[in-house]
C-alpha cells in the first residue's frame, strides 16, 4: 500500500487558485466528515494515546532527554510579554524568542532556587523548552496552550481556582526574577525580546502506549517527531517534493503559506502519482478540521465540477 497524508495548515492561511490538475482532483475527491480544529485535534487524528489525553512536556521531554518515565512534566517555556493598555499580552514564544544555549545558562541559574523550593526542580535540555519535573502523582490545573494565547491578554489564560493559585504565585515570582536579570540587557541590545516571563503548559506523564497507523513521518518539527518516537516509528526530513514511497507516510506541512510552491512540489506530483497508479492513497488534513480522500478510482467522477481552491 502506497498512501501519503498531508498534515496542513488552515485553508484560510492558502488562498488563491488551485492548478488546474489539482482542481479537477478536488472536485472529484471525498469529502470527509469535519474534524475539531487546532494542533491537538490534527495530530491527534492520527496518533492514539493511552491513556487519553495530551502529555505535550512528557513527549517532548523524551525526545529532548531521554529521562521522562520516572516523572511528571510540565513545560515552563520563556516567554516575552509586554503590558499595554488592555492588560498584558504575551507576544513571543518558541523559535520567535530567538534563543541559544547561553540564553537558558544564564537565566536559568536564577530560577532554579524558586522553584526547587517548590519542588519542581526547572532545567533546559533545548534553549527553547524549559521543564519543570514532577511528582507523577501531582494534581495539575488545566493550563493553556501558548498558541491559544499569544497576542492576547495574558492573564485570562492563567490556571484557574485553587490548585491554579500556586502556579499563578510561581508565574509572579519568577516574572520579577526575570524582569531584573542582567541577561535580558544583553539580549535587547542585539535586538532581540527579552524573557520577561515563563508559559506552563503540556503537564502530565509519558503515555503508556502510542500508535499510528502510518509507518514513517516526514517532517522536524518537535512535537511530531516526539510522537512518532512514542509510536516507535522513524521522523525523517522532509523532503524537498513528492515522490511516492511505499507504506502509509505521514508529511508535516503545515508551515506552508505559498499555494503555488505547495501546489508544484506536493499536490500536483501526488496527484500525478494517483493517475498514474504508483501513489494508492492521498489524505488532505488540514489544522481547521477539513479533509479530502483522493483515490484512482475517482477520475471517473466527469460529471463533478473542479473545486478551484481549498476554501
Known amino acids: 500500500m502506497r498512501a501519503a497524508t498531508f498534515l496542513l495548515p488552515p485553508r484560510a492561511r492558502l488562498p488563491g487558485a488551485l492548478p488546474d490538475a489539482v482542481a479537477r482532483a478536488l472536485g472529484r475527491a471525498d469529502a470527509l466528515p469535519a474534524g475539531e480544529g487546532g494542533e491537538r485535534a490534527q495530530l491527534l487524528r492520527h496518533f492514539e494515546l493511552l491513556p487519553r489525553g495530551w502529555p505535550v ?43 541559544a544555549r547561553e540564553d537558558a545558562e544564564a537565566f536559568l541559574p536564577a530560577l532554579r532556587p524558586l522553584f526547587g523550593d517548590a519542588g519542581f526542580p526547572i ?35 492563567l490556571p484557574e481556582g485553587p490548585e491554579g493559585r500556586r502556579w499563578r504565585v510561581l508565574l509572579s515570582e519568577a516574572q520579577v526574577i526575570l524582569h531584573n536579570h542582567p541577561h535580558n540587557a544583553a539580549r535587547v541590545a542585539a535586538g532581540k525580546p527579552p524573557v520577561n516571563s515563563l508559559w506552563f503548559w503540556g503537564g502530565g506523564v509519558l503515555p503508556d502506549h502510542v500508535r499510528t497507523v502510518h509507518a514513517a513521518v516526514h517532517g522536524g518539527e518537535v512535537l511530531l517527531a516526539a510522537l512518532a518516537q512514542a509510536a516507535g516509528r522513524d521522523a525523517a526530513p522532509l523532503p524537498a517534493c513528492f515522490a511516492p514511497r511505499e507504506g502509509a507516510l505521514l508529511y508535516d506541512l503545515r508551515a506552508a503559506r505559498d499555494p503555488a510552491a505547495l501546489a508544484e512540489a506536493w499536490l500536483v506530483p501526488a496527484v500525478e502519482a494517483l493517475r498514474r497508479g504508483t501513489l494508492d492513497a492521498l489524505e488532505l488534513d488540514f489544522e481547521d478540521g477539513a479533509r479530502f480522500r483522493f483515490a484512482p478510482r475517482q477520475r471517473w467522477r466527469f460529471w463533478r465540477r473542479p473545486r478551484p481552491a481549498f476554501a
Not at 60 to 87: E, F, K, M, S
Request: glycine share 6%; net charge negative; hydrophobic share 40%.
Open 57 to 99: 512536556a512528557a513527549l517532548t521531554r523524551q525526545r529532548d532527554a531521554g529521562d521522562a518515565p520516572a516523572h511528571g512534566w510540565l513545560r515552563a517555556d520563556p516567554v516575552y510579554a509586554r503590558p499595554d493598555i488592555n492588560g498584558v499580552r504575551l507576544l513571543a514564544h518558541g523559535e520567535t524568542m530567538r534563543l
Open 123 to 157: 532545567d533546559a535540555p533545548a534553549p527553547t523548552r524549559w521543564y519543570l519535573r514532577l511528582p507523577r502523582e501531582a494534581r495539575l490545573p488545566a493550563f493553556a496552550e501558548p498558541s491559544e494565547a499569544l497576542g492576547a491578554d495574558l492573564f485570562e489564560h
